[in-house]
């Protein structure tokens, strides 16, 4: 299993940044794939970007150019740098461990406001 605890949200006004963090619970060397997903009020989860084992990266086209997600294996956390940000960005952003066959891993959650 893999526990994973996120912090770094809160209120930022347009055009700012807020960088999350993920820790997990145990080594993130293994694992398959981390991830950072988003759900805004009234709509469906959706991924936001994710970092393979091998390092390649993957991000919706929503945030290409504007949003970096990086790991930090030795401290088995995640990050994801989040600048320009604006009024669509605003959700709960959870963090994923997705381990293949062996379990999809998810933290409780961090809010994610962009208002004025």
């Known amino acids: 299993q893999v526990q994973l605890v996120e912090s770094g949200g809160g209120l930022v006004q347009p055009g700012g940044s807020l960088r999350l963090s993920c820790v997990a619970s145990?080594?993130?060397?293994?694992?398959?794939?981390m991830g950072w997903y988003r759900q805004a009020p009234g709509s469906q989860r959706e991924l936001v970007a994710r970092?393979?084992?091998?390092?390649?990266?993957v991000y919706a086209d929503s945030v290409k150019g504007r949003f970096t997600i990086s790991r930090d294996a030795p401290k088995n956390t995640v990050y994801l740098q989040m600048n320009s940000l604006n009024p669509e960005d605003t959700a709960v952003y959870y963090c994923?461990?997705?381990?293949?066959?062996?379990?999809?891993?998810w933290g409780q959650g961090t809010q994610v406001t962009v208002s004025s």
């Open positions: 994923n461990a997705y381990t293949g066959g062996k379990g999809d891993y």
């Open positions: 970092i393979f084992s091998t390092s390649r990266t």
């Open positions: 145990r080594s993130i060397y293994s694992i398959y794939a």
